[in-house]
């Protein structure tokens, strides 16, 4: 019963996923023939529904986030300092690299939209999930991908503030203002989601497929809001197809080399294959459910948001889909090997 239970989890998420996929190819599509809905100051004035939603966003983050689950698994201290090591210092450093060899072929806009997915915190849910399936260390992946959320909300507006230039025009980013937009936006809200925890977690609990709706409905909004500006300012008829191909080739450029990097880490540090498959998963994984909120808080206004959100939309998609089949393919390999199959 508990297997079913699991399987009938999974086929829901997957759901979950084709419809959140489907809704951010309908607001690229609405934003493209539409932008005037969307833009700044347009119909639906979604630029004061994203200030919003970015608080209610983390609002929702930090009512959701056991600090209980950090205390498990935390003896493994190499995996963790390598996980977060990939995640907000090898990412960074694959990006200058790739800047230097073909960043002269790459416009603008997209290329610091590149930076930005690799300053990003690794997913939570999307990890442990692919943890469990491939029967990992289940604790240590919610240790690292939560550690990763709450790393991520000081690491990734500092990095992104000290290398990009107002993103496009220019201007210096302000560090003080920018941090202190992230302890009003995103901080607060977070901490007041754990201090209310406590009190309304167990409710909380049995609310939660709706408050993940609202979450994923108010990021379509904000990849609704940020196309529409783009759209605006001329993202089509400066850039057409080919920014979409050069997207796809990039994530690919970033996705493929860490798979391949943090497994071979894993192996040379020698953890135990369920530590591998946490390095694996976490060590590679970019959150598109934070990234675009804190993109808003960043960038919003900006005409070339729309840009700089392409490189984690596409990387999303891809990095469920190629975890997916390896997170079976640990599984099969560990039945072939003889390991039973645990229930996680």
């Known amino acids: 019963m508990r297997s079913m239970n699991r399987m009938a989890g999974r086929q829901r998420q997957g759901g979950a996923i084709d419809w959140f996929l489907m809704g951010m190819v309908a607001a690229v599509a609405l934003a493209s023939v539409a932008p005037d809905l969307g833009r700044t100051g347009g119909l639906?004035?979604?630029d004061v529904v994203g200030d919003i939603g970015v608080f209610l966003i983390f609002f929702l983050h930090g009512m959701g986030l056991s600090t209980d689950s950090l205390k498990h698994g935390a003896s493994r201290w190499?995996?963790?300092?390598?996980?977060?090591?990939?995640?907000?210092?090898?990412?960074?450093?694959w990006w200058l690299l790739l800047n230097a060899l073909v960043g002269r072929f790459?416009?603008?806009?997209?290329?610091?939209?590149?930076f930005y997915l690799a300053v990003l915190p690794s997913t939570v849910s999307s990890s442990v999930a692919m943890t469990a399936m491939a029967r990992g260390n289940v604790a240590a992946a919610v240790l690292n991908a939560s550690l990763s959320t709450l790393l991520g909300v000081v690491l990734t507006p500092l990095l992104a503030s000290l290398v990009f230039s107002g993103a496009t025009d220019g201007q210096a980013m302000d560090v003080g203002d920018t941090m202190l937009r992230v302890a009003q936006m995103l901080l607060l809200p977070f901490v007041l989601g754990q201090l209310l925890r406590p009190v309304v977690g167990a409710w909380f609990q049995k609310i939660k497929p709706w408050t993940t709706k609202v979450d994923r409905t108010v990021i379509l909004l904000l990849v609704l809001?940020?196309?529409s500006d783009s759209v605006a300012d001329g993202l089509w008829s400066k850039h057409g197809l080919s920014l979409m191909v050069m997207t796809a080739v990039g994530v690919c450029l970033f996705l493929f080399p860490f798979l391949w990097l943090t497994k071979r880490i894993a192996k040379a540090l020698n953890f135990p294959v369920e530590d591998e498959i946490v390095a694996v998963f976490c060590g590679s994984k970019k959150t598109l459910a934070s990234g675009v909120p804190m993109a808003k808080l960043l960038f919003g206004g900006n005409p070339a948001m729309g840009v700089l959100v392409l490189p984690i939309m596409f990387y999303h998609q891809?990095?469920?889909?190629?975890?997916?089949?390896m997170a079976k393919r640990y599984t099969e390999r560990g039945n072939a090997d003889g390991v039973p199959t645990r229930g996680n």
């Open 44 to 46: 639906l004035h979604l």
């Open 225 to 227: 809001s940020s196309f």
């Open 106 to 114: 790459i416009p603008h806009d997209l290329l610091l939209g590149f």
């Open 78 to 93: 190499k995996l963790h300092l390598m996980v977060q090591l990939s995640t907000f210092a090898l990412f960074p450093l």
């Open 318 to 325: 891809l990095q469920l889909f190629v975890c997916s089949v």
